[in-house]
């Protein structure tokens, strides 16, 4: 056991979770399992969490700081930020064409579908703004009218639902306010108070980068003392990620054991209802989530950095990509992907302590990918047919939403009100797929860590040839 590779041991602890997780429900002890096992996974999710923000504020200081040419800088910016928006939008596309092609809605009963569209129209009638997409018309219909009583207790149930509309709330605060309010939330106004909250993360990259800017215009008698001391913090930092590291297999299989319980209780029958009821959407998703990590990404970094194997690829990123699905964070893996990249795909570490704390923060092609085949496939669900300049429209807007979404609590749902909003549907509809967001999330995360160390592959190339330039 001793010498497999870690992230085969945290693959063993993952699956050994989720075996336990089943187990633990059919005998009974699934309250147990929460209070007994679960409390350490969420002891390693705080570890991780504890060395995120002070890792990427060093980290970046040090990268900084080591530039010999502070021009390189934004250099390596805006290209770093074109890959995220490229990637960005090669997700969403993938994500349309999936849902386009399968058609996960269709699948649903006729039923279903009518009861859901009534619903849909009796929205449509009672929302100011808003007008019917297409000339279907069932509440008109008579051959519908069965439906009627039931659709009007959906579309009620939507309303009464408290987490939903205060979701909903938070995306029409955002949507009034000033297109440039995220320049505004990038620039903090207590950096203490940043750092005591991970989910301001692009305050604390902005801070980082402003400081390691500074010290390379002040003298160097005096800068060097405060360079020596960032990078000796930096490195010790990095050797708490490998002390923890070497508990994750255990800490996994507590994670994925408290959730699962979490999830099913005492019935199991739980959960296979759950994907049962969304099972193709479910499938819909994994599948366009497996042609990013598995066919998208790759082909950018053979494109790119052609010595680059897929199996070196892979195997390099295993560790980082394991512990993305057991968190369900990005930012909590960011530690482990910046070893990971530095480490196994030799990517400079001024390239990664710049370019991934970035993307744990605005790169979110799993969350895009998720929320454009979540509303196509609402749209079906109900009936409602969106044509190509409304797919285009959910192109434009969960891209736009990407990128200002990322310091905001449960930025995903946030970002999804928002499409559907755009689009004109209800917004109360994310109620529908809450059943099995959570498994999901776990998946859209680890395309999240690989879009990551894949860009961070892309800059560390490009940083290496103008090295090679420089030098001849």
Same mark, same amino acid.
């Given at each position: 056991?001793?010498?497999?590779?870690?992230?085969?041991?945290?693959?063993?602890? /993952?699956?050994?979770?989720?075996?336990?997780?089943?187990?633990?429900?059919?005998?009974?002890? *699934?309250?147990?399992?929460?209070?007994?096992?679960?409390?350490?996974?969420?002891?390693?999710?705080?570890?991780?969490?504890?060395?995120?923000?002070?890792?990427?504020?060093?980290?970046?200081?040090?990268?900084?700081?080591?530039?010999?040419?502070?021009?390189?800088?934004? *250099?390596?910016?805006?290209?770093?930020?074109?890959?995220?928006? /490229?990637?960005?939008?090669?997700?969403?596309?993938?994500?349309?064409?999936?849902?386009?092609?399968?058609?996960?809605?269709?699948?649903?009963?006729?039923?279903?579908?009518?009861?859901?569209?009534?619903?849909?129209?009796?929205?449509?009638?009672?929302?100011?703004?808003?007008?019917?997409?297409?000339?279907?018309?069932?509440?008109?219909?008579?051959?519908?009218?069965?439906?009627? !009583?039931?659709?009007?207790?959906?579309?009620?149930?939507?309303?009464?639902?408290?987490?939903?509309?205060? =979701?909903?709330?938070?995306?029409? *605060?955002?949507?009034?306010?000033?297109?440039?309010?995220?320049?505004?939330?990038?620039?903090?106004?207590?950096?203490?108070?940043?750092?005591?909250?991970?989910?301001?993360?692009?305050?604390?990259?902005?801070?980082?980068?402003?400081?390691?800017?500074?010290?390379?215009?002040?003298?160097?008698?005096? !800068?060097?003392?405060?360079?020596?001391?960032?990078?000796?913090?930096?490195?010790?930092?990095?050797?708490?990620?490998?002390?923890?590291?070497?508990?994750?297999?255990?800490?996994?299989?507590?994670?994925?054991?408290? =959730?699962?319980?979490?999830?099913?209780?005492?019935?199991?029958?739980?959960?296979?209802?759950?994907?049962?009821?969304?099972?193709?959407?479910?499938?819909?998703?994994?599948?366009?989530?497996?042609?990013?990590?598995?066919?998208?990404?790759?082909?950018?970094?053979?494109?790119?950095?052609?010595?680059?194997?897929?199996? =070196?690829?892979?195997?390099?990123?295993?560790?980082?990509?394991?512990?993305?699905?057991?968190?369900?964070?990005?930012?909590?893996?960011?530690?482990?992907?910046?070893?990971?990249?530095?480490?196994?795909?030799?990517?400079?570490?001024?390239?990664?302590?710049?370019?991934?704390?970035?993307?744990?923060?605005?790169?979110?092609?799993?969350?895009?990918?998720?929320?454009?085949?979540?509303?196509?496939?609402?749209?079906?669900?109900?009936?409602?047919? /969106?044509?190509? !300049?409304?797919?285009?429209?959910?192109?434009?807007?969960?891209?736009?939403?990407?990128?200002?979404?990322?310091?905001?609590?449960?930025?995903?749902?946030?970002?999804?009100?928002?499409?559907?909003?755009?689009?004109?549907?209800?917004?109360?509809?994310? !109620?529908?797929?809450?059943?099995?967001?959570?498994?999901?999330?776990?998946?859209?995360?680890?395309?999240?860590?690989?879009?990551?160390?894949?860009?961070?592959?892309?800059?560390?190339?490009?940083?290496?040839?103008?090295?090679?330039?420089?030098?001849?």
């Amino acid at each position: 056991m001793k010498k497999l590779p870690l992230h085969i041991k945290i693959l063993i602890g /993952l699956v050994l979770g989720i075996l336990w997780a089943v187990l633990s429900s059919h005998m009974g002890w *699934s309250q147990f399992t929460y209070d007994w096992i679960n409390p350490f996974g969420v002891i390693f999710i705080n570890l991780l969490k504890l060395i995120a923000v002070p890792l990427v504020l060093f980290s970046i200081i040090k990268g900084v700081a080591d530039l010999s040419d502070i021009s390189r800088l934004g *250099s390596m910016g805006y290209k770093t930020l074109f890959m995220y928006l /490229l990637t960005t939008i090669m997700a969403v596309t993938v994500g349309l064409s999936v849902v386009n092609i399968m058609r996960p809605g269709d699948y649903v009963s006729e039923e279903v579908r009518s009861v859901n569209r009534i619903s849909y129209e009796l929205w449509t009638l009672e929302t100011d703004g808003v007008e019917r997409m297409d000339d279907k018309d069932f509440l008109n219909d008579p051959t519908k009218a069965q439906y009627l !009583a039931e659709a009007k207790e959906i579309l009620a149930a939507h309303g009464e639902n408290e987490f939903v509309q205060q =979701k909903v709330e938070n995306a029409q *605060s955002r949507k009034s306010e000033s297109p440039l309010q995220l320049l505004i939330d990038v620039v903090p106004d207590n950096v203490f108070f940043s750092l005591a909250n991970n989910t301001f993360m692009l305050q604390i990259i902005f801070f980082a980068l402003f400081f390691g800017i500074t010290l390379l215009m002040v003298p160097g008698e005096i !800068a060097s003392p405060v360079i020596a001391v960032v990078g000796g913090i930096n490195e010790v930092f990095m050797k708490m990620v490998d002390i923890i590291m070497r508990g994750a297999p255990f800490f996994v299989f507590a994670l994925l054991a408290g =959730k699962i319980s979490e999830m099913a209780g005492d019935e199991p029958s739980l959960v296979y209802e759950i994907f049962l009821g969304l099972g193709s959407y479910s499938i819909a998703v994994i599948l366009g989530l497996a042609i990013m990590v598995f066919g998208i990404y790759p082909w950018i970094v053979r494109l790119f950095v052609p010595k680059m194997t897929y199996r =070196k690829f892979f195997r390099g990123m295993g560790k980082a990509q394991t512990l993305a699905f057991s968190s369900s964070s990005s930012v909590a893996t960011l530690p482990v992907t910046m070893e990971c990249v530095n480490d196994n795909l030799g990517v400079p570490k001024e390239v990664t302590s710049f370019v991934l704390p970035i993307g744990a923060t605005v790169n979110m092609d799993g969350t895009s990918l998720y929320i454009s085949i979540a509303v196509v496939f609402l749209a079906q669900f109900h009936y409602v047919d /969106l044509t190509l !300049a409304q797919q285009l429209t959910i192109v434009l807007t969960a891209t736009l939403a990407s990128i200002g979404a990322s310091a905001v609590p449960s930025a995903g749902l946030i970002m999804m009100i928002m499409v559907l909003q755009s689009v004109g549907l209800n917004p109360a509809w994310i !109620a529908i797929i809450f059943p099995v967001d959570r498994i999901l999330d776990m998946c859209r995360t680890v395309v999240n860590v690989t879009g990551d160390a894949t860009v961070s592959a892309v800059i560390g190339k490009w940083v290496s040839k103008q090295d090679s330039k420089s030098s001849t």
